[in-house]
């Protein structure tokens, strides 16, 4: 079989095949996998082969590896799952059609976690939201403060969803676009204004209303992105 028209080397065919074992449970969760030698005389493979494969089924989360014992079947997690994909993040980010793009992609998936908040929070992510609101407006004064508070607050309203996928999105997007915070805040963004974007957003959540909560995150986020955009735009080529 071929790659690209390339010939599969010998421990991406053993990768594959262990992969496939994994997920037809033939060995659950937590099982120990066959040693090295039983993987070696089972795929007719070198030592070396079988341990680029355990390396790279390790580094997708799907098993564990402990010095001297036999490799464990493992559950992937979502945050694993969003890991792998930040080195390609990072790379699209270093682009200003990328960054583009993330800013496009943040705000569908917030305006979404938005709306989801307003039809389904609970009485103790509210309560979370509240104080994560709350938290936010007693950093007014403080940047370093603000920043933190500002990431809690939205954060708040993707934990809200009790989705691992979407906390685990969440916490990616938050990391991938950390620039555009400490840009924006060369806009002469003020702290009181964002808050009262935060507070908007938080008023249509509590009074369960989707389409207002959808309409005031989407109005933040477009905010967010113009002043980062301002802020990235030389003083002599802006509009006046």
């Known amino acids: 079989m071929t790659v690209t028209g390339q010939r ?18 033939e060995f659950p969760d937590g099982e120990r996998l066959p040693s090295e030698r039983e993987l070696m005389e089972r795929f007719g493979v070198g030592r070396s082969s079988v341990r680029e494969a355990l390396f790279v089924l390790e580094k997708r989360g799907l098993i564990t590896v402990t ?9 992937p997690s979502p945050r694993i799952l969003v890991g792998e994909l930040s080195a390609i993040a990072r790379h699209i980010l270093a682009r200003p059609e990328g960054m583009r793009h993330f800013q496009h992609a943040r705000a569908l998936f917030e305006v979404g976690l938005a709306r989801e908040a307003a039809l389904r929070i609970g009485p103790e992510d509210l309560a979370d939201l509240t104080a994560a609101l709350a938290a936010n407006e007693a950093a007014i004064g403080d940047s370093e403060r603000f920043r933190r508070t500002d990431l809690e607050f939205h954060f708040a309203i993707a934990k809200s969803s009790r989705n691992p996928i979407f906390t685990a999105l969440h916490n990616a997007m938050s990391e991938w676009l950390s620039e555009q915070r400490r840009v924006s805040s060369r806009a002469g963004v003020q702290a009181a204004q964002v808050f009262s974007e935060h507070k908007r957003i938080y008023d249509a959540i509590l009074a369960r209303d989707a389409t207002a909560a959808a309409t ?20 002599f080529a802006r509009e006046t």
Not at 12 to 25: F, G, K, N
Not at 67 to 75: D, I, K, S
Not at 216 to 235: G, I, K, S, Y
């Open 216 to 235: 005031a995150m989407e109005d933040h986020l477009a905010t967010v992105a113009r002043n980062f955009w301002l802020a990235m735009t030389p003083p």
């Open 67 to 75: 010095a001297g014992t036999a490799a464990r079947a493992a559950l």
């Open 8 to 25: 599969r080397k010998r421990w991406e065919a053993v990768a594959e095949h262990i992969e496939l074992m994994l997920l037809s449970r």
